[in-house]
């Protein structure tokens, strides 16, 4: 079985650089382009899918969850911000390989009322360097559904919104490299992911 990478982190993270080629960065480098007042690391360890249909505790309240379900349900923890809808990411990327995943999040606040815990952060998915992700053709189907887009860093941004229960969440969706897509709940923190992720590799050049 895979294993999971879990970090906590308390304070300011800091990550060595690694040349590599920009088309497939390695996992020191994406946790380097994380803010560095991220508070919490969850990552997935590749390669897999995205599943729109995850086994949970209740399917079969009477078994206990198989290996591969647990495995599966391990892998989907990290990458909740595709069970949004911005304009169907998760349809879009789901039967392409994923590396790896990390998100990085951070100044975390209870809901409204009932729902989730809010937060600021952002998935990263990294594919496999023979995947070569159609970003344009997102950002173009993405004109009937996204409130507005944004640029950061030379990055296209489409920015989504939904009610969930009694908080609205918004997402923003950005194609930084080929292989990379990334969904942020906070622009601040995408942007400052963003400007780490052209600094690394213009290092690597």
């Known amino acids: 079985m895979q294993r999971w990478i879990l970090f906590a982190i308390a304070a300011s993270v800091c990550f060595a650089q690694f040349r590599v080629p920009a088309e497939q960065p390695s996992l020191n480098q994406v946790l380097g382009w994380l803010p560095t007042d991220t508070e919490t690391v969850l990552g ?11 086994p949970s505790n209740d399917t079969h309240p009477q078994e206990r969850m198989t290996d591969a379900e647990l495995e599966m349900q391990s892998r989907m923890f990290p990458l909740g911000l595709l069970n949004f809808k911005n304009r169907g990411l998760g349809e879009f990327v789901k ?15 209870p809901p409204s009322a009932l729902g989730i815990m809010r937060y600021e952060g952002c998935l990263i998915l990294v594919f496999g360097p023979a995947v070569s992700l159609d970003g344009a053709a997102f950002m173009k189907a993405a004109t009937k559904s ?10 296209k941004i489409a920015v989504f919104e939904e009610q969930a229960e009694n908080d609205t969440w918004a997402t923003f969706v950005g194609f930084p490299r080929a292989n990379v897509v990334v969904v942020a709940t906070n622009f601040d923190y995408l942007r400052t992911l963003l400007r780490r992720m052209l600094g690394d590799r213009k290092s690597v050049v």
Do not use: Y
Not at 44 to 54: C, H, I, K, M
């Open 146 to 155: 996204a409130i507005r887009f944004e640029e950061s860093d030379g990055v």
């Open 95 to 109: 039967d392409k390989r994923i590396s790896f995943a990390i998100e990085g999040s951070r100044r975390f606040r």
């Open 44 to 54: 997935a360890n590749g390669p897999f899918s995205w599943a729109t249909e995850v």
